[in-house]
């Protein structure tokens, strides 16, 4: 690999290691909120589980 490739690829994982953090935080975020809302109220924590997975996942 040379030089420039390097640099390259340095710079890609560079630029994703944020995203990578944010998108754990996210489900980490999201699955305490889950927990949290099932705890206080089970309906809703139910329809906030289903509704948005079933349009994004087949």
């Given amino acids: 690999m040379n030089e420039i490739a390097a640099s390259h690829l340095s710079c ?3 630029s994703l290691f944020p995203a990578l953090w944010g998108l754990g935080f996210m ?5 305490w909120f889950m927990a949290w809302q099932a705890r206080d109220n089970p309906p809703v924590s ?3 589980s289903v509704l948005p997975l079933k349009k994004i996942c087949p």
Avoid: F
Wanted: glycine share 10%; aromatic share 10%.
């Fill in 27 to 31: 489900v980490i975020a999201g699955d």
């Fill in 46 to 48: 139910w329809l906030l």
């Fill in 12 to 14: 890609i994982v560079l």
